[in-house]
């Protein structure tokens, strides 16, 4: 089984309060950087020309990225990871198949993406070209909720939309949407027949590349399963609006099902939801705030979930997880010798 | 287990008569490209913009790529993939580390690789930075034998070099390489203690790349077992060449060990051999002619059966390398109703 994680920024991440993937825009900058880094190797791989050392993403709480749970399910349950790169802004030592997208662009202004069309087009390319008889994809994006949020608008579909942040800045993303809608000249539900304007106009790069691949697996018959939270429902929402008819799985995890009406917003998408509790309250601090309704999902958590729970691992994954942190030696990771202070978070969210 | 495949071009490889590894130059460039793909996918995936359908790699006589034994051998073994862009020359649907190489130049020029030193110095970053305990390194470059041969002549290296082809165009290579040191002002043994000027005059990237993976990991403590055959011997006498001291493993097929006096070349090296016997000829044709002499070796197939061994699943390969061939559709794969002609091979090999 392959987790394929599209993996990309947008400067809508910028707006102060809008997102908690890092703890300034500088780091956010490098998050899914590093959460390919450690889906793929386990750890933070200094690039060549880079800096020396990036932090583990840990919200500004503290509670580190949902890469690091992914990749507990990766080691356990043994599954095959591709990263795409739909707009990295900064370098990745994880190996990727490059879409050649810009970073998005804030959706305050007249245009966020593009290279929408361009984007989707290529994934759609590859997605058809997979011999995969199942995919899972996931999303790493700081910023991703308020583009979903602008994307769902767009389309006119009035769907929930969660936070990695424990009081989800609601106001702040709605603001940010409506000056996205009204720069580009589009009424909410103006879009609703043209998923790629709506990207063009109010969307990221990575929403642009998961409709793609959406359109491009299916279309050859691969199965699809929508790793995440909002962004990917708002995937769903855009590959519906596509004419994308397939059934679709939706994997997420508990804590995102337990912030937003998760079923409904599915059946309203015809999804076939999956959740899975991985139990982090098992795993003590700092692993416990997921518990506790931070981070939720993001960087293909709750497809990895998903499955480590086919391979029968999850009851392992406390555990798993605490053991990626303890070789990362992050705080309350159990290696006090070589603690270090993480300053960004996964994603905005789920 | 992470097997790290170091994909790569030469134009060593137009030479007439030189290397297997496609049945045409323009087959040629996409060789390394589509072992990617095959070690990745298990099949090769049509690359957006380029051509939509690229032949399985097989040499002139039909034998298929060392790329799909060890896919066979990945898929019962499950250890990780890591492909470095090291001068590909065609597009690849492969995620890759892009080491920012040119291909390589003739090495009849006056300089091969003009960018060696930073090639080297960007794989020795990547290869430190690992966090991996231990790493597998292949190669699949065509015409890479040559330019091995150049390597060692370079140093000053009398060692044994095989070639993908039953019988082995050794006068062609010689005077490609002596012609080679002719252009670069060098002579044998003459860049004895510069493994880089050595590359320079008559490398190839793939193995400018090989030896500053090698230099970086064992720096920091990571164990190298080189997948191959001539090609890791020579990067290997480039390593020792630089100064590394620790020990490194030489993992290779049986056919490769038949085919020169492994164990005293490695012995030369310091290098402690692991041979590998996939048996086959149990596999029916096409698979038999690698017992016949053909191919030998390349794509990392000594390292992956090495792998395979470990997780003590040699006796699955012959059926396995078979299931990879009748999911392509190969001619000989059991597939005649969806048969295409394969044009290249993997490598000019061992």
């Given at each position: 089984m392959r987790l394929i994680l599209v993996a990309g920024t947008t400067r809508t991440a910028r707006i102060d309060g809008i997102s908690a993937a890092g703890a300034d825009p500088t780091l956010r900058v490098h998050t899914p950087s590093v959460d390919a880094e450690l889906l793929a190797y386990g750890a933070p791989v200094p690039v060549p020309g880079g800096p020396d050392e990036r932090p583990v993403p840990v919200s500004p709480t503290g509670c580190p990225t949902p890469a690091a749970v992914a990749r507990a399910a990766r080691e356990r349950a043994g599954f095959d990871l591709t990263v795409l790169d739909a707009g990295l802004a900064a370098p990745t030592a994880a190996p990727t198949v490059d879409l050649d997208a810009a970073p998005g662009r804030d959706i305050r202004e007249s245009v966020a993406v593009p290279d929408a069309g361009d984007i989707e087009r290529r994934a759609r390319a590859y997605g058809r070209a997979l011999p995969d008889g199942e995919v899972v994809v996931g999303e790493t994006v700081p910023g991703g909720t308020t583009t979903a949020l602008g994307v769902l608008r767009a389309l006119g579909r009035d769907l929930p939309v969660s936070s990695s942040?424990?009081?989800?800045p609601l106001a702040r993303k709605r603001r940010a949407v409506e000056t996205g809608l009204d720069a580009s000249d589009l009424a909410p539900g103006g879009a609703a027949d043209d998923p790629v304007g709506a990207l063009e106009a109010v969307g990221d790069p990575v929403l642009a590349a998961v409709l793609g691949l959406i359109r491009g697996a299916t279309a050859s018959g691969t199965r699809v399963v929508l790793g995440g939270g909002t962004q990917l429902l708002a995937a769903a929402a855009l590959a519906r609006a596509a004419g994308v008819e397939r059934s679709l799985d939706l994997a997420t995890t508990r804590y995102l099902a337990a912030d937003v009406p998760l079923r409904e917003a599915a059946a309203t998408l015809d999804l076939d939801p999956v959740v899975t509790d991985p139990a982090l309250e098992r795993a003590g601090a700092p692993l416990d705030r997921y518990a506790a309704g931070e981070a939720k999902e993001g960087a293909g958590m709750g497809g990895a979930l998903a499955l480590a729970a086919r391979a029968d691992v999850v009851d392992e994954l406390p555990a798993a997880t605490r053991d990626v942190l303890d070789r990362l030696g992050e705080p309350g990771g159990g290696n006090p010798g070589g603690a270090e202070t993480g300053g960004g978070e996964a994603d905005d969210g789920p």
């Open positions: 942040l424990p009081t989800n």
